[in-house]
């Protein structure tokens, strides 16, 4: 939990009337903007490879450079999101797919700053989910983008059909992987399979947990050179992130990285990452014709 | 269109044949039970009782030459639909028959049963319907035509193999079925619609275009990519159009690859979205994911367990790894799962972060 001498000053440089307390306690729904949101997806191929813990600290780092952020935790079933947040969300994915909420009632904010919709866990599987739960979140996604700068889309892994369209239904594809040969096959299948459909988002490489500095550059070399030459798909570096026993050993209610130990070389790299997020997302935004987020994921599912 | 080998033999042997292939004969049809004893034992079994695509009985009989009994055994069919046919759905509930279905005898004919046939075709019966199926050789293999010859009870007077019932649509899709043929008439007056009693094609110049079928009285499109949706309201109606739209576009040539993809309505990445997006313009999501596989190339190239490189030109990742690894601690877990065989690509498999 970060106290609130640590945010308050983040929270006042964004907008004087949208204090800590009023967010907490009152639930107000962030204000509408114009245009729509950068839509990140963080995806991989192999499960354990840090999504959500880039997800969520990526978010507090966007929150405190003056982002408007929400995280909507997209793993079905197995979601953990709220947990790195420290919050214990009243409604969940699940009664936002069952119809029983609205996005806005079911917009958690964390106390580090960033919104979330969290993960339900009361859906046994991605199988469940058809393609009237996904117009659902197709719709809560568009509504989310409506008011937000950053959509950060924390998605399961895995090669699933509903996986897949949360994720091309994103600009940006964020694949996050290990170095080791496991998670580089399974990265590089789900680079593969999203360069094999008609309109993908662009995607981007952050490799986690190196052991060495430089392996993490080594590692999308490699990456991107098969990407290229298999797959014929430009992939784009995002950084590395250290391997961190203070990441691995954080315990159940422990404040994320980012927002407890900021000036970590863990967090130094995330920030760094962030920076090129940004850039990113400013130099490669989609033209209008990309018809929004709602659009690109309805188009998925009449593909499914 | 029946592939394979029709035998001009006995009734099992006839039967044996069709049983397994009766959608070919009519699309939807779907034999459900066999024997079906419709005159208390006097003239034999009648072959089978299946299920039409509107949800109605349907009996099936087989005509061989030398059939004495063949006649009678129409005969008795007919009127055991006219006596019972409508309580068929009750009495026989495993054949999920829509109770009040209209039913029909259906006899089927093969070169072996010319003179039968002829001689079902001058039977006034309600209810009965008499085709042929023809076989000749293409290339060496067997293929098959139906040609209707007794359509609702009525001779068809040319008995061409072209003639075939006209489609039949459920009533309260009959205005969508019009607003669909016109919207599609627009698309290029090239554009023709065959097919059977519960099936229309869609083609230009040959070229299929799409599907609409009758299921359970509901209109059903497919595309030529295998995607399906009910055609249940207007919004379903256009999508279906669009997407015939789109593939006639893509056929002519006005879009190519990516650009003529259904709901491709996004940037693409300037390499990525290229030749490789466009294999997959009329593919399903499905589709995609199920027939992506990595090559053995692709695992040498990622460092997997087919690596051909040599360590002088820089070797793989995997090798960079197993350097470092080994020269700070010992192998473990990771590195020894490059012996595992190739994970498979688009299983579908959902494994948690």
Not at chain 2, 157 to 182: H, I, K, M, N, Y
Not at chain 2, 281 to 289: F, G, H, M, P, Q
Request: hydrophobic residues 45%.
């Amino acid at each position: 939990m970060v106290d609130q001498e640590t945010l308050e000053p983040d929270l006042n440089a964004i907008d004087a009337g949208r204090s800590l307390l009023r967010r907490l306690f009152r639930g107000a729904a962030p204000e509408p903007r114009t245009g729509e949101a950068a839509v990140l997806a963080f995806a991989s191929g192999k499960g354990g490879t840090g999504k959500s813990f880039l997800a969520t600290n990526c978010a507090i780092g966007l929150h405190a450079a003056g982002k408007r952020v929400v995280v909507v935790d997209c793993d079905f079933g197995l979601a953990n999101a709220h947990l790195l947040f420290g919050v214990n969300p009243r409604f969940t994915m699940l009664h936002l797919l069952d119809g029983a909420v609205s996005a806005a009632q079911a917009l958690v904010a964390t106390p580090h700053g960033p919104n979330l919709i969290a993960g339900g866990s009361g859906i046994a599987s991605l199988a469940e989910l058809d393609a009237r739960h996904m117009q659902v979140l197709a719709k809560a996604l568009h509504w989310l983008a409506g008011c937000h700068d950053y959509v950060l889309l924390d998605c399961p892994a895995g090669l699933a059909p509903q996986s897949m369209i949360t994720v091309l239904a994103a600009q940006h594809a964020v694949v996050v992987t290990n170095p080791e040969i496991a998670a580089l096959t399974d990265a590089y299948a789900l680079i593969k399979c999203l360069a094999r459909q008609p309109a993908h988002p662009q995607v981007q490489l952050v490799v986690n947990r190196v052991t060495t500095p430089g392996l993490g550059k080594a590692t999308f070399d490699r990456l991107a050179d098969v990407s290229r030459r298999f797959a014929r798909c430009d992939i784009h570096y995002l950084g590395e992130v250290p391997e961190d026993s203070a990441v691995t050993h954080r315990r159940l209610g422990q404040a994320p990285l980012l927002a407890s130990l900021p000036a970590c070389p863990t967090s130094q790299a995330i920030q760094s990452i962030l920076r090129n997020v940004e850039w990113q997302v400013q130099s490669r935004r989609p033209t209008d014709a990309s018809g929004g987020v709602e659009a690109r994921m309805l188009a998925q599912i009449r593909r499914w | 269109m029946i592939r394979g080998p029709v035998l001009p033999q006995l009734r099992a042997s006839v039967w044996a044949r069709l049983a397994p292939q009766l959608d070919a004969l009519e699309h939807g049809l779907c034999l459900v039970l066999e024997g079906v004893d419709c005159s208390a034992g006097q003239f034999g079994l009648v072959e089978g009782l299946a299920r039409d695509a509107m949800g109605a009985p349907v009996l099936v009989l087989v005509a061989v030459d030398g059939d004495g009994l063949l006649t009678a055994r129409v005969h008795a069919a007919c009127e055991f639909l006219a006596r019972v046919g409508g309580a068929l759905a009750a009495a026989v509930p495993e054949a999920e028959l829509i109770a009040g279905a209209a039913g029909r005898v259906l006899v089927v004919g093969t070169d072996s049963g010319a003179a039968a046939l002829e001689l079902l075709c001058r039977l006034p019966l309600p209810g009965l319907e008499v085709c042929r199926v023809e076989t000749f050789r293409v290339a060496g293999s067997e293929r098959s035509v139906v040609r209707w010859l007794v359509e609702r009870g009525a001779a068809v007077s040319t008995g061409r193999a072209d003639r075939t019932p006209s489609f039949e649509v459920p009533v309260r899709c009959r205005a969508d079925w019009d607003e669909l043929q016109q919207q599609c008439s627009r698309i290029d007056p090239d554009v023709r619609w065959d097919g059977d009693r519960f099936s229309q094609r869609l083609t230009w110049n040959g070229r299929l275009l799409g599907r609409i079928e009758t299921n359970r009285a509901q209109l059903w499109g497919h595309d030529a990519a295998g995607f399906s949706l009910p055609l249940a309201s207007d919004l379903d109606r256009r999508r279906f159009v669009d997407r015939m739209l789109r593939r006639f576009a893509h056929l002519v040539g006005i879009a190519d690859g990516a650009a003529g993809a259904i709901g491709n309505d996004m940037d693409v990445d300037a390499v990525g979205g290229g030749a490789t997006s466009a294999a997959a313009a009329d593919e399903t999501l499905r589709t995609t994911l199920s027939t992506t596989r990595l090559s053995a190339e692709e695992y040498s190239a990622l460092g997997g367990p087919t690596a051909v490189g040599s360590a002088e030109e820089g070797g793989s990742v995997a090798d960079d790894v197993a350097r470092i690894v080994t020269a700070d601690q010992p192998v473990q877990g990771s590195l020894s799962r490059t012996g595992s065989s190739p994970p498979r690509v688009g299983n579908g498999t959902h494994r948690t972060d």
